[in-house]
């Protein structure tokens, strides 16, 4: 199952250069993760300083 980034994300980006298959993307209101991309890695989640990101 892919990562997912709740309405917690404040848009810093952090995660964005974490992910190592590019599925992190800015959004309109914050980032996105595409499911048919996410390896379900978690450098992602583990980068976020908020917690915005869970499986």
Do not use: H, L
Not at 38 to 54: F, Y
């Amino acid at each position: 199952m892919a990562f997912c980034i709740s309405d917690s994300c404040v848009s810093c980006g952090s995660c964005e250069s974490q992910c190592p298959v590019g599925a992190i993307s800015a959004g309109d209101t914050k980032f996105e993760i595409d499911p048919d991309v996410c390896i379900s890695c978690g450098a992602c989640a583990a980068q976020c300083p908020v917690s915005a990101i869970s499986e």
